[in-house]
């Protein structure tokens, strides 16, 4: 069974930094990319951003353009998502999705942004 | 980038009802659209890939049509478990965007 699995909440303060994990079972992590999909409380969803599972390729939004960095561990079976210089902005839900596109999802990780 | 302009942005309807949600590219996207559903507090679920394919596991009451730049996902007969947010995805090209979602509430 394909399943995406996330790291837990995290709270950072304006400026900190936070990274993201999520862990791929049932496939060939090397297949797919990953996308990265966050949504701001009460609004809708917003795409983040999408790394290659196969050459490392990278394609990012704007609003984290220069600050988000994404990788992979293909031993590990498992994506990351830095995203640096928080602010409060960044307070939401970030998913990731496998990129076939985006038919298996991850729970979710709830990143809040507060002083 | 592509903009998705999703409607209507909620709705209300009775079980049985037919719905019908649309999703317009500013440009064309071939058939390079999705379909997703989201219950609150939960992940969203696609529900149609490539415009009009059922993703497996999803019932045969929800339909997708369109290319190009108008695309529609039909429910034939909402049932209860139908009440959700959907949203529509466009991803023929970077940045991928999402429509605004829609909204089905009982009525």
């Known amino acids: 069974q394909v399943q995406l699995v996330q790291s837990g909440a995290e709270v950072k303060k304006p400026g900190a930094s936070v990274k993201v994990s999520c862990k791929g079972f049932g496939y060939s992590f090397t297949t797919y990319g990953i996308h990265w999909v966050r949504q701001a409380p009460g609004q809708g969803l917003e795409w983040v951003g999408w790394m290659s599972g196969h050459n490392g390729n990278t394609n990012y939004g704007q609003k984290v353009q220069g600050r988000a960095t994404m990788s992979i561990d293909t031993m590990a079976s498992t994506a990351y998502m830095e995203l640096r210089r928080l602010i409060s902005d960044d307070t939401a839900v970030y998913y990731c999705?496998?990129?076939?596109?985006?038919?298996?999802w991850g729970q979710g990780t709830q990143v809040i942004v507060s002083s | 980038d592509i903009q998705m302009t999703q409607s209507p942005s909620s709705l209300s309807a009775s079980v049985g009802d037919r719905v019908t949600i649309t999703c317009r590219a500013s440009?064309?996207?071939?058939?390079?659209l999705g379909w997703f559903q989201q219950k609150p507090g939960k992940a969203p679920k696609r529900l149609i890939y490539a415009a009009s394919s059922l993703q497996s596991g999803v019932p045969s009451r929800f339909r997708g049509s369109g290319s190009g730049t108008e695309f529609t996902l039909t429910i034939s007969s909402l049932q209860p478990e139908d009440f959700a947010t959907y949203y529509c995805?466009?991803?023929?090209?970077?940045?991928?965007?999402f429509g605004g979602g829609t909204k089905v509430e009982i009525k």
């Open positions: 440009e064309g996207i071939r058939n390079d």
């Open positions: 999705a496998r990129g076939d596109p985006l038919d298996t």
């Open positions: 995805l466009q991803h023929n090209s970077y940045p991928l965007t």
